[in-house]
């Protein structure tokens, strides 16, 4: 899988000729690219309504490219109202096949205006990935890595809205993932933290490889 971090909790991922953007929220402070820079696309997922995960810029995106938006029930019924052709609405549990890639809608303990917040995990031919949102730590996690059989896995660590870096290790370690990717961190000063940290605890425990990413870069993530 080739992954770019967008900055905060925002991914695009490349893998099996498709493209998919997660969270898109390039008018964020840290994002590298803005929506004008976005050639391709295939589908956009956002777990939930609130302004710095990017609902705004992927109705811009999918109204560009084509590609499907992908959301609970309420806020896809909304990117539907605000023009996007091709919209999927799944509720938690539930999932759908988009172009051969399976896309699961699951629970996420935060906030949020229109249905619930969320998590995806994303099966593709050559792997699986979980970004939970933004989410507290919760034990359902270890199903998620029975059930789905986690590759990558995008976990938020600047706590304060979020999980910080105790809870991320631990959801790191139910989830038991092959790859873990640190994220939702220094946007903000309230959400700062460092990920060294982060790594060190989990390398210390020797069972997932921890990638640290800066918004911009872009890595071939070995699954």
């Given at each position: 899988?080739?992954?770019?971090?967008?900055?905060?909790?925002?991914?695009?991922?490349?893998?099996?000729?498709?493209?998919?953007?997660?969270?898109?929220?390039?008018?964020?402070?840290?994002?590298?690219?803005?929506?004008?820079?976005?050639?391709?696309?295939?589908?956009?997922?956002?777990?939930?309504?609130?302004?710095?995960?990017?609902?705004?810029?992927?109705?811009?995106?999918?109204?560009?490219?084509?590609?499907?938006?992908?959301?609970?029930?309420?806020?896809?019924?909304?990117?539907?109202?605000?023009?996007?052709?091709?919209?999927?609405?799944?509720?938690?549990?539930?999932?759908?096949?988009?172009?051969?890639?399976?896309?699961?809608?699951?629970?996420?303990?935060?906030?949020?205006?229109?249905?619930?917040?969320?998590?995806?995990?994303?099966?593709?031919?050559?792997?699986?990935?979980?970004?939970?949102?933004?989410?507290?730590?919760?034990?359902?996690?270890?199903?998620?890595?029975?059930?789905?059989?986690?590759?990558?896995f995008f976990v938020p660590i600047g706590s304060y809205y979020v999980m910080g870096i105790k809870e991320a290790?631990?959801?790191?370690?139910?989830?038991?993932?092959?790859?873990?990717?640190?994220?939702?961190?220094?946007?903000?000063?309230?959400?700062?933290?460092?990920?060294?940290?982060?790594?060190?605890?989990?390398?210390?425990?020797?069972k997932t490889k921890v990638e640290i990413m800066k918004p911009?870069?872009?890595?071939?993530?070995?699954?």
């Amino acid at each position: 899988m080739q992954v770019t971090y967008l900055g905060h909790a925002s991914f695009s991922i490349k893998s099996d000729g498709k493209t998919i953007f997660v969270d898109p929220w390039l008018n964020g402070p840290t994002s590298p690219i803005k929506v004008g820079d976005v050639t391709e696309a295939d589908l956009c997922l956002v777990t939930h309504d609130h302004g710095d995960h990017g609902y705004a810029e992927a109705v811009e995106i999918c109204k560009k490219t084509g590609a499907t938006f992908v959301a609970i029930n309420e806020l896809a019924l909304k990117a539907k109202e605000d023009g996007v052709e091709n919209v999927h609405t799944l509720n938690i549990g539930g999932s759908v096949e988009v172009g051969g890639v399976t896309v699961t809608l699951v629970q996420a303990f935060h906030s949020s205006t229109l249905g619930t917040p969320t998590g995806f995990i994303v099966k593709l031919p050559s792997g699986t990935f979980y970004h939970p949102g933004d989410t507290g730590l919760f034990y359902d996690m270890k199903l998620f890595g029975e059930l789905y059989d986690i590759d990558l896995f995008f976990v938020p660590i600047g706590s304060y809205y979020v999980m910080g870096i105790k809870e991320a290790v631990k959801a790191t370690e139910l989830v038991g993932p092959k790859v873990v990717i640190p994220m939702h961190f220094d946007t903000f000063p309230a959400i700062a933290a460092n990920p060294k940290q982060f790594y060190q605890k989990v390398t210390d425990k020797g069972k997932t490889k921890v990638e640290i990413m800066k918004p911009g870069e872009t890595k071939e993530i070995d699954i």
